[in-house]
C-alpha cells in the first residue's frame, strides 16, 4: 500500500521489472542493494489526454487550438457562490473579477480582453448543450471546466461566441457499488481593513470650516459639549464577522447498463455588512442508460436551484459620512435609531442601523434544468445524438418598509413594494459525429443543427402604502395600492447549421475547420443571416524522426489558427422604431385653433433594417513544449482579436426632431470597431520524491485593447461613467484609446497663497493677449490647481487628458500544491497589474463638499495662506476642486493569496474499512493582498456590474463596493 513494497530475492545479481498501464517500464538491477526506490514515468504514446470540444470530445493530439480545461481536483477548495470565482487566477487569458463581497455576489468573467460595446459574456455550455444556469452546480459536482480561446474551436458556435467559450462537464456515475461523498465545511469571515476616520473633536472643527467657506456659522449643537463626545465607530458598527457554511452530499454507482449520481449541496453566508443572508439549495440528478448491446445511449440530467436572499445590506457611504457622536440608538426617535438632521447637525446621511432594521427583504428564485439526449451508434465510428434542455424559472422580492425618523426622511405609515417574473427557454440539437482511424489516418467529423426558440419571460410589480397593520406583510392590505409596472417579453429565436471537419496524419499533422450558419429574429430580414468559420493547423514536431535523438524533449508542437465568430447580444426589437408615451401616458400635443390638449407619443428611436452580426476575426500561434517527460510543461501563444461592425447605439441630430423631452433620438448602427491583442504563457511542473509529490503551475497574460471606430455622427467619443452628480464624465471611448479610458483633469498642487493666485492670473491675461483674466474660472487660495495640458497659458476643458486604463495589460497566477505522506498542502495567488482605479468613495470621505464625516487625510487640509499641502480648503469651491481628475485616479494592481490549505487524511489501516476516505482541512481565502490602492478592495468590477453596458463602458469605478472578505474555514472530506 502507498507503494511500499517487500520482496525475498535469492540472487543478489537478479534484475526487478516495474510495471503499470500508462507508464514506462523499468528494469532496475539489484545490486546487493537492500531499499530500492523507484518513480515510473508517464508513457505518452499510451497515456491520450481528452479535451472537451463543441459536440463532443477528441485526444488533444488532435487539436490545433487554444484550449485550457481545469480538473475537477482544481476546482473544488474555495467557499465560492458562483462557478467562475473557481478560475480565477488559474487559466491564462481569462480575467475572472467578483462583482462585491455581498452574499450571494457573482462574478464577471473576460476572455482576451473587451471585444464588444454590447456585450462581453462568453457562451456557457454544460454538458455539451449551451445556455443553462451554471450556479445550479455544486463544484463537487464538476468533472472539469474547458476554456475555448481562439476561433478553431470556438467557431462551432458561431455567433454566440465571439467572447469565447466556457464548457463545464459534470461527473456521471460510474458502474460499481454506490460511492457516497461529503464535502462540508464552516468559516468565519470578516473584513480586516479599516479607513482612518476623524474624531468628534476632528469633526466638529471640519464642519466649521465647511460652514465658515459658506458664510456660516455652526448650530447651537454642534458648539455643545455633546458634539465633542466619540459615541460610534460607524466602521465598527457596519462591519461584522459572519458564519459561512457549505454542505455537498453525492451519492452515485451503477449497474452494466444503468449510471447514476445524485447530489445536494446547501450554503448558507452571513453579510461581513450588516445584515443579509444568502442561502443556496442545489439538487442534481444524472441518469445514464445503455440499450440495445450499448448502441443507444439515453441520457437524463436534472439540475434545481433555490435561491433565499433575505435583510437589507447597510448604506457603506451613509456609515462612514454619519457624525462620530450620535448614537446607534435612540429609543425616543420614531423607529428607535439615532439620527442626523440637515437643521441642527448640518449633515443628510442616514443611520445604516435605521435603514437595515425597519426595513424587511426578502427574495427567493428557483430555477430548473433538464436535459434530455438520445445517442444512437449506426455502425462502429458514427453515432447521431439529438439532444434538448428545457429551463425555467421563476423570483419574487419584496421590500417592506416600518415607519421610521431618519432625520432627513421621515416615514410616518409603511409601505412595500413587490416583484414576480417567470419564464422558461428551450434549445434542440440534432448531430452526427463521425470518428475513425485508418491506418496513418485519424478522421473525424460532425454535421448538425441547433433549433433556439424565443423564451417567453413575464413579469409585474405592485406597490402599497399606508398600511393598518404592520402584522401582516401584503399588499393587498395596504388603503393605497398600485400596479408599478409589467412586461411580457418574447426574446429572440436563433436557428443554427453547422460541420466540423478534423485529420491527423501520423499523430504529427493536424487540421481542424468548422464552418456555422446562423440566423436570428434580432436581425432584420436583409443580413439575418450570419456565416463563421474556423481553420486550425499543428504540427507535433517531436513526433519527426529527426526529434528522436533528443530524450528530453518528450511533446513539441506548433499550433496556429484564424476564424471568425459573431455576437448578437444586443436589445430585441432594435429592427423596429420604438415609441414613448412619457410617464403614465403623460405626454401631450395641442391641436385645433381652441389649442385643445391630446395624449400622444413620440418617436425616439428609429429603425434599422440593414443591422447585422458584430464579427470577431482572431488569429492564434501557439507552442507546446513539455520536457523531462512531460514533468514539466510550456504553454505560449499570441492572439489578435480584430471585432468589426461593433454594434452602438448613435445619438441623430437634433433636427430628426426624434426623442424624449430633454434628450435626442437614437439609432442602432453597425459601426464601432476594437482590436485585442496580446500573449498567453503557462509553465507547470511536477515533481515524486518518494514520499513527496508536488507541483507548481504559473501563468501570466499580457494584453493591449485599442478602438478602431466609432461610427458615432463625426466620430464623437462616448463619453459616460459619472458616478456623483456634477463630477463630469470619467470615461472617453475614443478611436485610438483602449475602450473606456478614463479622461479628466491632471491635478498639479493646491494653491498656496494670494501671490501664487496672482501670479498665475497674471500668467494668463498674457499668453491669452489679455483675452482671458483667470488662469482657472473662479480659483481661490486654497483651490485645486489642474495642469495645464495643452499649453495655452490657463485651464479649460480642453485641458482634460487621458489619465488612465481600465484594462490590465497583465493578469497572473500561481499554484502550489504538496503532498507528503497524509498530509497536503495548496497555495493560490493570483493578480494583476499595469491596471488604474477609479476611488469614487473619495468625493464623500475626503471631498469636504458638505458637513460628513472624513478620513484623517482631511487634517492636512489648506486653512490659511501660505499653507503648503495636496488638500485643498474645505467647502470652498467645492464643484469645481471636486471635478473628475487624477485625484480620484489609483494604482488597481494587487497580488493576492487568494486560499491557504493545509490536509491531514487518515491513513486506511486507521478507518479500518468504516471509510474510504477521512479527510479535514483548514484554509484561509483572501489571507493576504498587497496593494498600493487606499480603498478596502482593489478588486474591483463596476457600480453596476449586472448592467451590460454599466460594466462595459464604467469598469474600474469603485463605488463603495464592499469588499471580498477573509475567510477562516474549517473542512471535512468523507468517502464511504
Known amino acids: 500500500m502507498n507503494g511500499k513494497y517487500a520482496l525475498t530475492i535469492d540472487d543478489p545479481n537478479a534484475k526487478l521489472v516495474f510495471s503499470f498501464i500508462g507508464y514506462i517500464t523499468e528494469e532496475v538491477e539489484i545490486g546487493g542493494r537492500t531499499v530500492i526506490d523507484i518513480t515510473l514515468s508517464p508513457d505518452i504514446s499510451q497515456l491520450e489526454e481528452v479535451v472537451v470540444i463543441g459536440y463532443g470530445s477528441t485526444a488533444k493530439r488532435n487539436v490545433a487550438s487554444a484550449t485550457t480545461a481545469l480538473k475537477s481536483n482544481e476546482i473544488v477548495g474555495l467557499s465560492t457562490n458562483d462557478i467562475r470565482q473557481t478560475m480565477q487566477g488559474k487559466i491564462a487569458g481569462v480575467q475572472v473579477t467578483n462583482n462585491s463581497g455581498d452574499p450571494g455576489a457573482g462574478a464577471r468573467i473576460v476572455i482576451r480582453g473587451m471585444g464588444s460595446f454590447s456585450n462581453t459574456d462568453p457562451l456557457y455550455v454544460i454538458d455539451g448543450i449551451q445556455g443553462g444556469d451554471i450556479n445550479s452546480i455544486a463544484p463537487q459536482d464538476i468533472e472539469n471546466i474547458t476554456i475555448l480561446k ?99 452530499l453525492r451519492l452515485s454507482g451503477g449497474t452494466e447498463n444503468v449510471t447514476y449520481a445524485f447530489s445536494t449541496g446547501y450554503q448558507n453566508q452571513g453579510s461581513t455588512v450588516i445584515d443579509r443572508n444568502f442561502q443556496r439549495i442545489t439538487f442534481g440528478a444524472k441518469l445514464s442508460e445503455d440499450l440495445f448491446n450499448r448502441k443507444l445511449r439515453l441520457n437524463q440530467n436534472l439540475r434545481i436551484k433555490n435561491e433565499t436572499t433575505d435583510g437589507v445590506l447597510a448604506n457603506f457611504n451613509d456609515a462612514l459620512r454619519m457624525p462620530p457622536y450620535i448614537p ?73 418598509n416600518y415607519p421610521s425618523d431618519g432625520g432627513n426622511f421621515t416615514r410616518s405609515t409603511s409601505d412595500m413594494s413587490e416583484n414576480y417574473s417567470q419564464g422558461y427557454d428551450l434549445i434542440l440539437e440534432n448531430f452526427f459525429n463521425f470518428s475513425r482511424v485508418f491506418g496513418n489516418h485519424d478522421v473525424s467529423a460532425t454535421l448538425g443543427n441547433t433549433y433556439d426558440p424565443s423564451s417567453l419571460a413575464r413579469n409585474v410589480s405592485v406597490a402599497g402604502s399606508n398600511f393598518t397593520s404592520d402584522a401582516i406583510q401584503n399588499v393587498a392590505l395596504a388603503n393605497s395600492t398600485s400596479l408599478t409596472g409589467a412586461g411580457v417579453n418574447s426574446g429572440y429565436a436563433r436557428s443554427s447549421y453547422f460541420g466540423r471537419i478534423g485529420y491527423t496524419f501520423r499523430e504529427k499533422y493536424v487540421i481542424n475547420a468548422s464552418l456555422r450558419r446562423d440566423a436570428s429574429s434580432k436581425f432584420g430580414e436583409n443580413n439575418r443571416w450570419g456565416t463563421f ?43 423596429s422604431s420604438t415609441v414613448w408615451k412619457g410617464s403614465s401616458n403623460n405626454i401631450i400635443y395641442s391641436f385645433g385653433d381652441d389649442l385643445s390638449y391630446t395624449n400622444g407619443s413620440t418617436v425616439n428611436s428609429i429603425a434599422n433594417p440593414d443591422l ?182 490657463y485651464i479649460d476643458d480642453k485641458d482634460r487628458t487621458y489619465i488612465g486604463n481600465p484594462s490590465p495589460k497583465w493578469q497572473y497566477g500561481a499554484q502550489f500544491n504538496a503532498n507528503y505522506k497524509n498530509f497536503d498542502f495548496q497555495l493560490l495567488l493570483h493578480g494583476i497589474a499595469g491596471v488604474d482605479l477609479i476611488n469614487g468613495a473619495l468625493y464623500w470621505w475626503e471631498g469636504m463638499s458638505k458637513p460628513f464625516n472624513n478620513t484623517t487625510e482631511v487634517l492636512n487640509r489648506w486653512k490659511q495662506d501660505g499653507d503648503v499641502t495636496d488638500m485643498p480648503a474645505a467647502g470652498q ?87 471580498n472578505p477573509r475567510i477562516v474555514r474549517l473542512g471535512l472530506q468523507l468517502n464511504f
Open 612 to 793: 447585422k452580426w458584430e464579427e470577431t476575426n482572431q488569429f492564434d500561434i501557439g507552442l507546446d513544449l513539455g520536457l523531462l517527460s512531460n514533468s514539466l510543461n510550456f504553454v505560449f501563444d499570441y492572439f489578435y482579436r480584430n471585432n468589426e461592425d461593433l454594434l452602438i447605439e448613435t445619438q441623430l441630430p437634433l433636427t430628426t426632431g426624434l426623442g424624449n423631452p430633454g434628450s435626442v433620438g437614437t439609432q442602432w448602427v453597425n459601426a464601432a470597431g476594437m482590436k485585442n491583442s496580446g500573449f498567453e504563457a503557462a509553465i507547470s511542473y511536477a515533481r515524486n520524491t518518494g514520499e513527496l509529490t508536488w507541483d507548481v503551475s504559473v501563468n501570466t497574460t499580457f494584453s493591449t485593447n485599442e478602438v478602431t471606430a466609432l461610427g458615432t455622427i463625426g466620430d464623437v467619443p462616448i463619453s459616460s461613467g459619472e458616478f456623483v452628480g456634477g463630477v463630469g464624465n470619467t470615461t472617453r471611448t475614443d478611436i485610438g484609446q483602449p475602450l473606456a479610458a478614463y479622461y479628466g483633469y491632471k491635478f498639479d498642487h493646491v494653491v498656496a497663497s494670494q501671490t501664487e493666485l496672482d501670479a498665475l492670473n497674471a500668467s494668463a491675461v498674457a499668453a491669452s493677449g489679455g483675452a482671458v483674466t483667470e488662469y482657472k474660472v473662479g480659483m481661490l487660495p486654497g483651490d485645486r490647481v489642474w495642469k495645464d495640458t495643452d499649453g495655452n497659458g
Open 328 to 400: 446607534v440608538k435612540d429609543p425616543d426617535n420614531l423607529g428607535g435609531y439615532g439620527r442626523a438632521d440637515k437643521v441642527t447637525d448640518l449633515n443628510d446621511a442616514n443611520n445604516p442601523w435605521n435603514s437595515v432594521e425597519n426595513t424587511d427583504y426578502k427574495r427567493r428564485g428557483l430555477n430548473a434544468d433538464l436535459d434530455l439526449s438520445a445517442e444512437l451508434t449506426i455502425f462502429s465510428g458514427l453515432s447521431f445524438k439529438s439532444q434538448a434542455r428545457l429551463s425555467a424559472y421563476n423570483s419574487n422580492d419584496y421590500t417592506f
Open 150 to 248: 481562439d476561433a478553431s474551436t470556438t467557431a462551432i458556435y458561431g455567433s454566440a461566441a465571439a467572447n469565447g467559450v466556457v464548457l463545464i462537464t459534470t461527473k456521471s456515475g460510474v458502474k460499481g457499488n454506490v460511492k457516497v461523498s461529503y464535502d462540508g465545511s464552516v468559516g468565519i469571515a470578516k473584513v480586516t481593513k479599516r479607513l482612518d476616520l476623524l474624531k468628534a473633536s476632528d469633526y466638529v472643527d471640519l464642519v466649521a470650516d465647511i460652514q465658515e467657506a459658506g458664510g456660516l456659522s455652526l448650530t447651537e449643537k454642534l458648539e455643545s459639549e455633546y458634539a465633542q463626545v466619540d459615541r460610534t465607530d460607524w466602521q465598527e458598527e457596519v462591519f461584522q464577522s459572519a458564519v459561512v457554511t457549505e454542505h455537498n
Open 533 to 575: 468559420y474556423g481553420l486550425g493547423l499543428a504540427w507535433t514536431i517531436s513526433k519527426e524522426n529527426f526529434m528522436s535523438s533528443i530524450s528530453s524533449i518528450s511533446n513539441l508542437k506548433l499550433r496556429a489558427s484564424y476564424g471568425k465568430t459573431g455576437n448578437d447580444l444586443i436589445p430585441a426589437f432594435l429592427t
Open 877 to 963: 469651491n467645492s464643484s469645481a476642486n471636486l471635478f473628475f481628475s487624477d485625484w480620484y485616479v489609483e494604482n488597481g494592481a494587487y497580488l493576492r493569496i487568494k486560499n491557504i490549505s493545509l490536509g491531514y487524511t487518515l491513513p486506511v489501516k486507521v478507518l479500518n474499512g468504516a471509510f474510504d476516505k477521512f479527510r479535514v482541512y483548514v484554509a484561509v481565502q483572501n489571507a493576504l493582498t498587497l496593494t498600493q490602492y487606499t480603498g478596502y478592495d482593489p478588486e474591483v468590477s463596476s457600480n453596476s456590474p449586472d448592467d451590460n453596458r454599466n460594466y462595459i463602458f464604467s469598469r474600474g469605478v469603485d463605488l463603495y463596493q464592499r469588499p
